[in-house]
């Protein structure tokens, strides 16, 4: 819901990032997004990072796509059928589990890897 009721000319202008005039809307997510995208057409899809727009919701991207013709990869062994594959609303493979790690092993590897580049 953007607004409990219809919204005033004014309510409208002030929210200049809510759909203006429409009661209910939707965001789609990035998966889906990204599937619109490549279903319109485009063949690459990247996420602009730079340069940094910190002024926005952290749940707002963006996006930047590419029309063209599509190149074939010449990696090895690299399998062409996941350019067929769809973005998922889940990923395949969940975060990179991170240990809890003390100041002091820290510290431990730090000294080893400057012994391992002379530093010690």
Sequence with gaps: MEYSRAPTFEQMEESTWASIGNLQSFWPTKPSLVNAIVDAGFNSVYECLYPAWNDIPADRVALVAQKGKRERILAADFDEGILTERVDEV??????????????????????????????
């Design 91 to 120: 990923p395949k493979v969940g975060p990179v589990r991170q240990g809890k790690r003390t100041l002091s092993a820290i510290k431990l590897q730090s000294v080893r890897i400057a012994r391992l580049l002379g530093f010690r």
